[in-house]
């Protein structure tokens, strides 16, 4: 890989956070390393290199900057309550990887090679996990097409795999709740489309929506079904649970998975827990307009979203063109808490890995 040195490079030194996880916004410091491995049509995946982070040199012509072959993933490494770090569920994320890499005709990288850049990285960048249980490091991987060729039609002759990080401190039991703004004019996904895979791409043509949002002072965007434009499928990047109460216990609902509703391991996790926890769930289409009559029925008390950036996002206020409403009364949010805590003590071994969902890195 080649690379330009330039003050581009990381802004926020990482020596300014060893010993603490830096307060700045998500995302936008990173460790001191890059872990990448490059394929081409003669070898196939070769060079599993850990070096230091760095920009990246690319010619303009360079298929991913015209066509958007570019997928990704967001997987965590967890700081153990017995000072090791772990990562979470990454087998899963590894298949879904695959998965995105076979939807946009890249090639897919075995489930162990995926593992092992993800392991070494997190080894070269350990000491900028933070101290306590939780605390994170956010691991970005990615692959990209890098053939200099305008040709669109013709699949690209090399890629590029990376992984990067970012420190992350430990979630909340649930984030700050959010306020959503539903759209009727954009979709995120198509039938037959993209929609179930981490494509960069699906993001890009959704910016639009969240930009709305924001136009409304709203902090999330809601996609609906891109058919009939009546059920809730998304909160951004992030899936969505409805808690509604029944005889006076706990039943969680969600989407059910489809072409156009990205499967989110956080989502699956929860789906878990509140078997755990003896929460009855289910998959199942909601409406937009079942959503505000169950609301107003007081019969849906929280809505959250989940993600593995944010973790569990609890939702206090919905805005359409025609309405707006409160969910629940608007402060307490005690099923979202207490599955966000679940799910934090699982990821931080406060509770043991009963579903076998965390991997040390090894010797
Ligand atoms: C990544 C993502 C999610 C959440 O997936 P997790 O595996 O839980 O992080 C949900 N929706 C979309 C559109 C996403 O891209």
């Not at 081409?40 to 010619?59: C, N, S, T």
């Not at 200099?148 to 909340?172: D, H, Q």
Request: charged residues 20%; proline residues 6%.
């Amino acid at each position: 890989m080649s690379s330009v040195p330039s003050d581009m490079n990381h802004e926020k030194t990482a020596v300014e956070m060893v010993g603490e996880v830096p307060r700045a916004v998500f995302g936008s410091t990173f460790t001191e390393h890059l872990a990448s491995i490059t394929w081409d049509d003669e070898v196939g995946w070769h060079d599993l290199e850990v070096g230091p982070m760095q920009p990246l040199l690319l010619h303009p012509a360079t298929a991913v900057l015209h066509y958007a072959q570019e997928i990704f993933e967001g997987l965590k490494a967890y700081r153990h309550t017995d000072g090791s770090a772990r990562l979470f569920r990454i087998q899963d994320h590894a298949s879904r990887f695959s998965d995105s890499a076979r939807r946009m005709a890249m090639p897919e990288l075995s489930a162990e090679l995926f593992t092992r850049a993800c392991v070494e990285l997190v080894k070269a960048d350990v000491a900028l996990l933070g101290p306590r249980p939780g605390d994170g490091l956010y691991l970005r991987p990615m692959l990209i097409s890098t053939t200099p060729e305008l040709g669109a039609g013709r699949p690209s002759r090399s890629y590029l795999f990376m992984v990067i990080a970012c420190p992350t401190p430990a979630n909340a039991a649930a984030s700050a709740p959010t306020s959503v703004w539903v759209t009727h004019d954009y979709v995120r996904a198509a039938r037959g489309g993209t929609g179930a895979v981490k494509a960069g791409a699906n993001y890009a043509q959704g910016m639009i929506g969240q930009a709305q949002a924001r136009a409304h002072n709203c902090q999330q965007v809601a996609w609906l079904d891109p058919v009939q434009r009546e059920y809730v499928e998304e909160l951004g990047a992030m899936n969505l649970f409805f808690v509604l109460e029944r005889d006076r216990s706990s039943h969680l609902v969600t989407p059910p998975l489809s072409d156009t509703i990205l499967p989110g391991i956080t989502r699956r996790s929860i789906l878990t827990i509140a078997n755990d926890l003896g929460l009855s769930t289910e998959e199942r289409p909601v409406s937009l307009a079942e959503w505000e009559r169950l609301c107003a029925e007081s019969t849906i008390k929280e809505t959250f979203a989940t993600g593995t950036a944010g973790g569990i996002t609890p939702v206090r206020t919905v805005q359409t063109v025609r309405s707006e409403w409160t969910i629940g009364d608007g402060v307490s949010y005690p099923i979202s808490s207490l599955i966000g805590t679940r799910l934090n003590e699982l990821q931080s071994g406060v509770s043991s890995d009963a579903h076998g969902w965390l991997t040390s890195l090894g010797t």
